[in-house]
């Protein structure tokens, strides 16, 4: 698969937040200098990615500060499908694998709760600013 394609794929998630993409890694960085890299996660079937890890690190210092995980089958649903779906389908299904030019097995109706709760994660390491001093002051 080409390197567009894997970057279109992520692209497609619907981000609210600035991310650069290359490739299936993408990268945010906090006003404070630390980065976020947000990556595919593998799944144990090889080609299948099961989730999103998210990362968060000091590029001036070696090694992660916190990470996390994020499985597709906790915040997405598929779409309406005319087939039953048991929660156990689900979970085995919602994935994206490079065997189908790197599709959705079962297409999600949003992609927007997963990253939703990725951008909250992200949102603790946050700096205040002086707006949210406000907010607390009272102003």
Request: include cysteine; aromatic fraction near 10%; proline fraction near 5%.
């Amino acid at each position: 698969m080409t390197k567009g394609l894997k970057e279109r794929r992520m692209r497609s998630f619907q981000w609210a937040m600035e991310i650069k993409w290359f490739d299936f890694r993408g990268y945010h960085e906090l006003p404070d200098g630390r980065m976020v890299k947000i990556t595919l996660q593998k799944s144990i079937t090889r080609g299948e990615y099961n989730g999103i890890s998210v990362t968060l690190f000091n590029p001036q210092v070696a090694g992660a500060i916190d990470a996390k995980i994020f499985l597709f089958a906790d915040y997405l649903t598929p779409e309406d499908t005319d087939r039953p779906m048991s929660m156990a389908s689900i979970r085995s299904e919602m994935r994206i694998s490079q065997n189908i030019d790197f599709r959705w097995v079962l297409v999600p109706e949003s992609t927007r709760p997963i990253c939703e709760a990725i951008e909250e994660w992200i949102d603790m390491y946050r700096e205040p600013t002086e707006e949210d001093a406000d907010v607390v002051r009272g102003k």
